[in-house]
């Protein structure tokens, strides 16, 4: 079942002589439940194809669908609302709020439609993500690894339709970000949860089920791997 279908995407900074183009006439699609990982060196435009999908930045041409929904038809409001229901996005830096303690930054995106979270779900989940003693710590009292785990958590809370994952790996050292590649192909096998990851770090690549190099701004590979 396809869950994401990128056509003809396109994104140019500047005008004239001074336009860039970031991400250059990109078309691809996701199938339900597979780990992808796009690789490309940096400036490669990789982060801005990841921006663009997940609904952060606006396309300069092209569309994007995720569950069959045209987000690039969507007003501000309504992409604001299906991004934090049916995007799951992770960053390399964390972006949690510093005053929410663990569970409430994970829940974040529940609380902000007014809704109720689940507790059990919510109990398996920092149980999955190791998180069950550090509940109510404040984010400036975990390690980085922790804090990129309650990212996550944030990430999954409402079963997006796709997880992306900008370069999650890149602000650890090698075994905290060992525990969040493992952690990312958990929830892909266990939940079925469609994953994308922006690196640049062949090691990683390696282990998801398809690599898509960008350089340019353009796919110049896709591959399946095993």
């Given at each position: 079942?396809e869950?994401?279908?990128?056509?003809?995407?396109?994104?140019?900074?500047?005008s004239?002589?001074?336009a860039?183009?970031?991400?250059?006439?990109?078309?691809?699609?996701?199938?339900?439940?597979?780990?992808?990982?796009v690789?490309?060196?940096?400036?490669?435009?990789k982060?801005?194809?990841?921006?663009?999908?997940?609904?952060?930045?606006?396309?300069?041409?092209?569309?994007?669908?995720?569950?069959?929904?045209d987000?690039?038809?969507?007003?501000?409001d309504?992409?604001?609302?299906?991004r934090?229901?049916?995007?799951?996005?992770?960053?390399?830096?964390?972006?949690?709020?510093?005053?929410?303690?663990?569970?409430?930054?994970?829940?974040l995106p529940?609380?902000?439609?007014?809704?109720?979270p689940?507790?059990?779900?919510?109990?398996?989940?920092l149980?999955?993500?190791?998180?069950?003693?550090?509940?109510?710590?404040?984010?400036?009292?975990?390690?980085?690894?922790?804090?990129?785990?309650?990212?996550?958590?944030?990430?999954?809370?409402?079963?997006?339709?796709?997880?992306?994952?900008?370069?999650?790996?890149?602000?650890?050292d090698?075994?905290?970000?060992?525990?969040?590649?493992n952690?990312?192909?958990?929830s892909?096998k266990q939940?079925?949860?469609?994953?994308?990851?922006i690196?640049?770090?062949?090691d990683?690549?390696?282990?998801?089920?398809?690599?898509?190099?960008?350089?340019?701004?353009r796919?110049?590979?896709?591959?399946?791997?095993?």
């Amino acid at each position: 079942m396809e869950i994401l279908r990128v056509e003809h995407l396109s994104k140019i900074y500047g005008s004239g002589e001074n336009a860039v183009k970031a991400v250059d006439d990109v078309s691809f699609t996701v199938e339900k439940g597979e780990f992808v990982a796009v690789i490309g060196a940096s400036g490669s435009g990789k982060s801005t194809l990841l921006h663009l999908i997940g609904g952060v930045d606006r396309p300069t041409s092209g569309k994007v669908f995720i569950d069959g929904r045209d987000i690039s038809a969507l007003n501000d409001d309504a992409l604001a609302i299906f991004r934090r229901r049916q995007v799951g996005i992770v960053y390399q830096f964390y972006n949690l709020i510093p005053i929410l303690d663990v569970t409430e930054n994970i829940t974040l995106p529940i609380l902000l439609d007014g809704e109720t979270p689940d507790k059990e779900k919510l109990e398996n989940l920092l149980n999955v993500l190791g998180l069950s003693e550090r509940r109510g710590n404040l984010p400036n009292q975990l390690s980085g690894g922790q804090q990129q785990r309650v990212s996550i958590g944030r990430a999954m809370i409402n079963d997006p339709a796709v997880l992306l994952a900008d370069e999650p790996t890149g602000n650890l050292d090698s075994k905290a970000g060992e525990e969040i590649v493992n952690l990312l192909k958990l929830s892909n096998k266990q939940f079925n949860q469609t994953v994308m990851v922006i690196t640049h770090d062949p090691d990683i690549a390696r282990q998801a089920g398809r690599v898509i190099t960008i350089e340019d701004g353009r796919i110049v590979k896709d591959e399946k791997l095993g």
